[in-house]
């Protein structure tokens, strides 16, 4: 069955940066776009970026453009989420995304910015 896990979420201080990692396994990810989307307290989730299946940048939301960059490693089955230059407004949990059959969802990892 289709499962993705996130890892890499952690407390980091405004400047700081992060990389996530979003395990991919029960279907070819080579085939497939993904995407990291994030949830604030409060908020509605939103899509932060997506790569299609060839590798290129698909979408990036303005407010992390330049500063965040989406990419993919197929022969790991991984995707990964560099963060940098973050800010205490990146706070948020992260999740990896993939529509396979049907949209899926990884469990989640906590991102924390704050000194």
């Known amino acids: 069955q289709v499962q993705l896990v996130e890892s890499g979420g952690g407390l980091v201080q405004p400047g700081g940066s992060l990389r996530l990692s979003c395990a991919a396994s029960g279907f070819i990810l080579s085939s497939y776009a993904m995407s990291w989307y994030r949830q604030a307290p409060g908020k509605e989730r939103e899509l932060v970026t997506s790569i299609s299946a060839a590798g290129g940048i698909s979408w990036t939301a303005t407010s992390v453009k330049g500063r965040f960059t989406i990419s993919r490693e197929n022969a790991k089955n991984t995707v990964y989420l560099q963060m940098n230059s973050l800010k205490p407004e990146d706070t948020a949990v992260y999740y990896c995304?993939?529509?396979?059959?049907?949209?899926?969802w990884g469990q989640g990892t906590q991102v924390t910015v704050s000194s």
């Open positions: 995304n993939a529509r396979v059959d049907r949209v899926y």
